[in-house]
């Protein structure tokens, strides 16, 4: 039988060597077969043992497996060394720097003229006003007509209305009338009492529109907010305590309210609502034109002729009415001296609110 030929201390020196140049674990796993596995290259030398004479069978089978033995453990250290350099390099990569500054997330938020619309309605809903909403494109019933604006009336050039061309299919649906931008919230004085009856209190913010240049104080499209409260007992006093706490509450400090006769056809007595300016406390300066007082609203008690055309005998009823501008209202509240910066969508003055 011839002997086989082993060469231990080269198999040595080829899988030490082998073994510590692998790269990663599988390659690793692949040298341990080649040498240690079910067929591999000392595997078989520790099988053909029993073909040597039994003095080299010993001595072979000793060197052979202390051999088996030094693999495994160089193995164990270089699995070792395999993932610690693994661990290195996964935390190089996913290195956190947690003294960094955080990222700024840019969010949005409301336009200052919705925050001012959204305060209002808060106090006047504490003080048990509903807020109601009416459409832009109005008829001009309701817009003129219904609040006592006589066809030649000359209350009618106040405003001035931007009509609208009556598409051939709606003429119909609304008989004789001609269809315009709402000129003021007036109107849905109107709509909401022809469908609820009083006692009632509403407020009604929307948008208004108007044919007119623009300046720092006009604008073709802004926003009010009308006031109604309708029951048995309604006065003035009631009127002035309302707004006088309204005035209170939204700019968080003591104001002054004053009424001056006005002319509404709707109304009647009228008048115009000034406070006391909050650039001055009153005293006069350039905000005021030096009167101490900034003009804020149109109001009045509702006018009898307004009842009637929505079917409510004034004999019974009583109430008051007012609409203030929204953009006003957020120009003293923030002290902005153009309104055309609300509609201007500039980011630089939107950014400030
Ligand atoms: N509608 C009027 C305007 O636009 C304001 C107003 C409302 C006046 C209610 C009296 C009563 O100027």
């Keep these: 039988m011839k002997t086989p030929n082993i060469d231990l201390k080269n198999l040595k020196n080829k899988a030490k060597n082998e073994i510590e140049k692998a790269e990663d674990l599988k ?137 609208l061309k009556e598409p051939e299919n709606q003429k119909s649906k609304i008989k004789n009338q001609k269809l315009l931008l709402r000129t003021h919230t007036s109107p849905v004085q109107i709509r909401y009492m022809k469908k609820n009856n009083p006692p009632l209190r509403i407020i009604v913010p929307g948008r208004v529109f108007r044919h007119e240049a623009t300046d720092a104080s006009h604008e073709i499209n802004f926003y009010q907010i009308e006031g109604l409260m309708v029951d048995k007992k309604v006065t003035v006093v009631n009127f002035k305590a309302i707004i006088q706490e309204f005035f209170q509450k939204f700019f968080e400090k003591p104001i002054k309210i004053r009424l001056r006769p006005g002319f509404f056809p709707f109304t009647e007595p009228s008048f115009e609502v000034d406070m006391s300016c909050l650039a001055c406390k009153g005293k006069g300066c350039s905000v005021c034109s030096h009167t101490g007082w900034l003009e804020m609203m149109g109001a009045g008690m509702v006018h009898p002729n307004v009842f009637k055309a929505v079917g409510l005998n004034p004999k019974n009823w009583q109430g008051f009415a007012f609409g203030m501008g929204l953009d006003r209202l957020a120009m003293m509240k923030y002290k902005i001296n153009d309104i055309r910066l609300f509609y201007s969508g500039d980011l630089r003055f939107l950014h400030q609110f």
């Design 27 to 163: 390659e690793l796993n692949d040298i341990f077969k080649r040498y240690l596995g079910k067929r591999g290259e000392l595997t078989q030398v520790l099988r053909s043992l029993e073909r040597l004479p039994k003095a080299k069978r010993v001595k072979v089978g000793k060197e052979a497996n202390e051999l088996k033995n030094f693999l495994r453990i160089k193995c164990e250290q270089k699995v070792k060394e395999i993932k610690e350099k693994i661990k290195k390099e996964t935390a190089k990569i996913e290195w956190i720097d947690i003294t960094r500054p955080g990222k700024k997330l840019v969010l949005g938020h409301l336009h200052p003229l919705s925050q001012v619309k959204n305060k209002t309605e808060e106090i006047f809903q504490l003080m048990g006003f509903s807020v109601v909403e009416g459409p832009e494109v109005e008829t001009e019933w309701y817009n003129f007509d219904a609040l006592n604006i006589p066809k030649d009336h000359p209350a009618r050039d106040i405003w001035d209305t931007l009509w």
